[in-house]
Structures are given as structure tokens and as C-alpha cells.
């Protein structure tokens, strides 16, 4: 116990002769701004740098990772989400206190806690609720209606689905009083009618409930609970999709006692956030690394060990960091047509709308749902609930239903086919299947 106390004020005796300094470079790189951070090291600190840049919506374009011994000290090269320098000085030294902040001496790190069903009075002014389940068409829409029976106002959603399976955090306020919900009954009736809901008719995965304390990362938490969820664990329908996967190896360097780990794949913000986020929920920590993120493709090195010191010793291990590393970046990879709504926020707006995309035989494979002074701006990610692809028509019907100025489409055309190639594909569809049919002897031919 002694020595526990000793070395806590010894840390924090390092810390404050050792202030976190962040020093920020425009003029060394020509097409990014630099950014340098120096620290006394600590668990989870990586995590907690790459996460408030993240939060602060800049793009990472490269980084250098070096956090060996008692310090850390990470460069980045960042840019806005339209790929240009930070030149506002006012944006440059919020930033520079925000990192401060994060890192110093209050920072305080906490590893995941296995939870599936959450609810936690996070603020006076929401409630969080975190959810899993298995996913099936319909299933927000579910959730969204049963919260909107129960006089809850969703103001802020983060959904993702993956591998059969889903997670959501949301924030949710009192229709009567605008504020959390703190009742421990009426937590207790929500809690019950979401379980119900999340269970469906899987016996073999059933949505469990917990209670948590403390305000959560949206993001961080979505990571943590489909790990928890172990949607990492391949189906047998997921063979297809192999040649899409993201390119992972782990090999281990054995004169050093690292592993090392390489990612390729295709670039997206957030992807750096993703794959540190899942190393340092699994326990490992990244000693060195290497980010590249320039061109269309990604690449990350990482060198990592075990918290307990260790590289990943078995191949089942390595395997196991593989995978998960797979599950984090497909997590936020997001099938479908992307729509964004935009209008004044109401009480069921969240219900109504998804219940419209399930009426269409819609599926909602990723959403955003965020309220900013009265007015909601939600995004879904959705697609055929057949796997076709989206018909125009369909949207059109949906535009009409909700408002052709309040919903738009976002994104990449591509995912859309118009009327007439789905008439086509709808007549030679018919027509094979007929064949198919007489061809078995189900048809009788009459001539």
C-alpha cells in the first residue's frame, strides 16, 4: 500500500516538474499543420491525444508515435476536413490549451468496463443510454418508438451496425421538463421495454443491462461495447467479403520483445482514433508507430506490448489483434446511400423518420443524430433491405413523405439506380424465375 502511495506522488511529482508542452508549426510542412506533444508517459495517453484531436474535427495526415521509457512524445501532421492549414490563431491556441488540458495533471485514464445496456444521468441536462443487440431491419425504428412512448426526447444518437450485430449511444431528455431523466423507476421501466425490444427473437445473444455513472465518448464507448459484444467473431456468411477486408498482419520482433503491426486499407477521418482506440481497449500499449495517411490508401505501423510488458505471444493472440483491429475500421466503414436531414427538432422525430425508411423496406445501417438550439441534424447511412441497390424512385417516395428540402442525399450516386433499371431489373427478375419454375415442373404449360 505504501509503495502504491509512493509511486502515485512520484508520478505526479514528474508530471508537475514536466508540464505537457505542445508546441504548433505552420511554416515546416506546406500543405499541414504540425503538431508536437511532450509528455511524462502514462497509460492510455496516446488515445487521449489522437481522441481531443478528433474531437476538435481535424484530419490526421501523418503522425510519429514515440512513447519508450518515462516519456511521450507524438508529432502530427493535421488539416481541416477541407484538407487545409489551421491558420486562425485563436483555432491554433484553443488547441494547443485543449491538449494541455487532456493531458495534464488531472488526466486520469480508465480501461473499458464490460456493459451493454447502459443508462447513465450523465449531465442535469440528458440521459445516456447505451445499447446492443442483434441487428435486424426495423430495429432503431423499434427503439426510437418505444422511447417516444415513454415521453423521451432523443437529442443526441450515434448508431453502428456490424457483423450482425448493433450498438448505439444516446443521450435523451424529459418531454415534460426538457432535462435527465433520474426517476430510478422509470429508468427501470426503459431499461425493460429497450431489453425486450433488443432481444427480439435471438435467444442465443440477449441484450443485457447495466448501470453506468460518469459522461461517456460517444465514439469510444460504440468501440467498447461491440468489443464487449465480440462483434469481432466472424459469421459464416462474412467469407464474401473477404476481399474487402482491410489489410492487418502482426508478426512479432523478437529482439526487441515488440509486436509489430501494419494496417492498410483505405483512408477515412477517424481511422487513426479507430485502430488506437482498440489496441489500448485490448491492453496494449504502442511503444513506437508510424502513420501515413496522404494518399487514398492508409498505413499504420504500430510497436506494440501487452500492459504486463509482454509481446503477443501465440498466434492465437495475434490473431485475435488481427481481427479485432479488422472489426474497428469496418465498424465506421458505412453501406448505402448517405441522407441528411435537417429541421426543427420535435418530440418523435427520431421514430417518425425511421419508421418512413422501414415503411420503404428500408435498412439504417449507420446513424447521427444530433440536436444544436431547437434544430435537428441527423444523418443515416441506408440501403435496400434486399442488398439491391437503392431505387430512386424509393427515395423519391421517402423525399416526398418527410420533405424534399428537409432530407437530402448525400454521397456517392453510385449506391442509387434509376426507375427504369429497376422496372428492368424487376421484368427480367419475374421472367427468370418463371423459367426457373417451369424448368422444375412448377408451371404448367397450357400451349
Known amino acids: 500500500m505504501d509503495g502504491d502511495l509512493s509511486s502515485s506522488w512520484y508520478e505526479k511529482f514528474i508530471r508537475g516538474m514536466n508540464p505537457p508542452r505542445v508546441v504548433i508549426d505552420n511554416s515546416c510542412c506546406p500543405n499541414a499543420t504540425v503538431i508536437k506533444v511532450d509528455s511524462a508517459n502514462k497509460y492510455g495517453i496516446l488515445l487521449e491525444v489522437v481522441q481531443v484531436l478528433i474531437d476538435l474535427n481535424l484530419i490526421i495526415k501523418k503522425a510519429y508515435i514515440s512513447s519508450d521509457g518515462g516519456w511521450f512524445m507524438d508529432v502530427f501532421n493535421v488539416t481541416d476536413p477541407e484538407g487545409k492549414k489551421i491558420e486562425r490563431q485563436k483555432q491554433l491556441d484553443d488547441i494547443k490549451d485543449y491538449i494541455r488540458k487532456s493531458i495534464g495533471e488531472g488526466f486520469s485514464f480508465v480501461p473499458s468496463q464490460s456493459r451493454s445496456v447502459d443508462f447513465a444521468p450523465s449531465s442535469l441536462d440528458h440521459t445516456s443510454i447505451e445499447l446492443t443487440g442483434t441487428d435486424r431491419p426495423g430495429l432503431l425504428s423499434e427503439v426510437s418508438a418505444v422511447l417516444t412512448d415513454l415521453k423521451c426526447n432523443v437529442v443526441n444518437a450515434e448508431v453502428w451496425t456490424h457483423n450482425a450485430r448493433t450498438a448505439a449511444v444516446m443521450q435523451v431528455t424529459d418531454e415534460g421538463t426538457g432535462s435527465a431523466i433520474t426517476d430510478p423507476q422509470r429508468l427501470s421501466k426503459i431499461k425493460q421495454l429497450l431489453c425486450n425490444v433488443l432481444k427480439g427473437n435471438d435467444r442465443h445473444r440477449r441484450a443485457k443491462t447495466a448501470v453506468s455513472m460518469g459522461i461517456t465518448h460517444k465514439e469510444r464507448r460504440l468501440h467498447q461495447l461491440m468489443f464487449d459484444d465480440r462483434d469481432y467473431e466472424k459469421s459464416d456468411e462474412d467469407h464474401e467479403a473477404e476481399h474487402r477486408r482491410p489489410k492487418v498482419t502482426v508478426v512479432n520482433w523478437f529482439d526487441k520483445d515488440y509486436s509489430v503491426v501494419t494496417v492498410r486499407c483505405k483512408d477515412r477521418p477517424k481511422l487513426l482514433f479507430d485502430t488506437v482506440c482498440t489496441l489500448t481497449d485490448m491492453q496494449y500499449v504502442v511503444f513506437h508507430g508510424s502513420v501515413n495517411a496522404e494518399g487514398p490508401e492508409a498505413f499504420q505501423e504500430y510497436y506494440i506490448r501487452h500492459i504486463d510488458g509482454s509481446p503477443a505471444n501465440s498466434e492465437g493472440e495475434r490473431q485475435r489483434v488481427v481481427q479485432c483491429l479488422e472489426a474497428a475500421i469496418e465498424r ?116
Open 332 to 447: 465506421r466503414v458505412s453501406e448505402g446511400v448517405k441522407l441528411e436531414l435537417s429541421t426543427g427538432d420535435r418530440m418523435g422525430l427520431l421514430s417518425d423518420v425511421t419508421r418512413i425508411f422501414r415503411e420503404h423496406g428500408l435498412i439504417v445501417t449507420r446513424a447521427e443524430v444530433s440536436t444544436r438550439d431547437g434544430k435537428a441534424v441527423n444523418t443515416f447511412y441506408v440501403r435496400d433491405a434486399a442488398g439491391n441497390t437503392l431505387d430512386l424512385k424509393t427515395l423519391d417516395d421517402i423525399r416526398s413523405e418527410i420533405g424534399q428540402t428537409v432530407l437530402q442525399v448525400k454521397g456517392n450516386s453510385d449506391d442509387l439506380k434509376s426507375p427504369q433499371e429497376s422496372s428492368t431489373r424487376f421484368l427480367l427478375s419475374g421472367l427468370f424465375k418463371s423459367r426457373s419454375l417451369y424448368n422444375l415442373g412448377l408451371i404448367r404449360s397450357y400451349t
